[in-house]
């Protein structure tokens, strides 16, 4: 009967272990269908448009994972003058460029980059992959497609924009 016990408790553990990962992990961020993307974005538009001669870039994070540590985002290089804002989870912000290639940097516990190509009045949208790093969340960048980019900053609120001022 002893036994029996220890195989309750070494069982107990196993779940309690596997309920602590599924709350450390998540659940990725999944877009719905594009007929469903595309239905809830009918009247919607994007909080900020890009100028006429200007690019615009999105990134967007709309997963939980890590929402306390911030993904800080620079454009070109990783010099502090270069960052544009962070996001934490469920948050995206936004910055216009200069038409033309730019790499965009986000900083976690590792730096992540992505090259882009932006042309004048178009808008660009990265998306920021949080991962469970050694002692803080780590990330990495993909590209979106409009639609997809589009639905995720309508479901994610405003993280935080440097100003240049």
């Known amino acids: 009967m002893h036994s029996g016990n220890r195989g309750m408790v070494g069982y107990g553990k196993l779940l309690m272990a596997l309920l602590v990962m599924a709350l450390i992990t998540g659940c990725a961020a999944q877009a719905p269908s594009t007929a469903n993307m595309q239905a809830d974005l009918q009247g919607y538009?994007?909080?900020?448009?890009p100028e006429e001669d200007q690019g615009l870039v999105y990134v967007v994070r709309p997963e939980m994972i890590g929402t306390l540590v911030r993904f800080?985002?620079?454009?070109?290089?990783?010099a502090p003058e270069s960052e544009v804002?962070?996001?934490?989870?469920?948050?995206?912000?936004?910055?216009?460029?200069?038409?033309g290639q730019h790499t965009i940097f986000s900083?976690?516990?590792?730096?992540?980059?992505?090259?882009?190509?932006?042309?004048?009045?178009?808008?660009?949208f990265v998306r920021q992959h949080p991962k469970m790093g050694f002692v803080i969340a780590r990330n990495n960048l993909s590209l979106m497609d409009k639609l997809v980019g589009q639905y995720f900053v309508k479901e994610t609120s405003l993280g935080t924009l440097e100003t240049s001022e």
């Open 107 to 124: 900083k976690a516990e590792n730096w992540a980059s992505i090259d882009i190509d932006v042309a004048p009045g178009n808008t660009v």
């Open 72 to 78: 800080n985002v620079f454009v070109d290089n990783q």
């Open 45 to 49: 538009s994007l909080p900020q448009q």
């Open 85 to 99: 804002g962070y996001t934490r989870g469920s948050q995206h912000i936004y910055f216009p460029v200069e038409p």
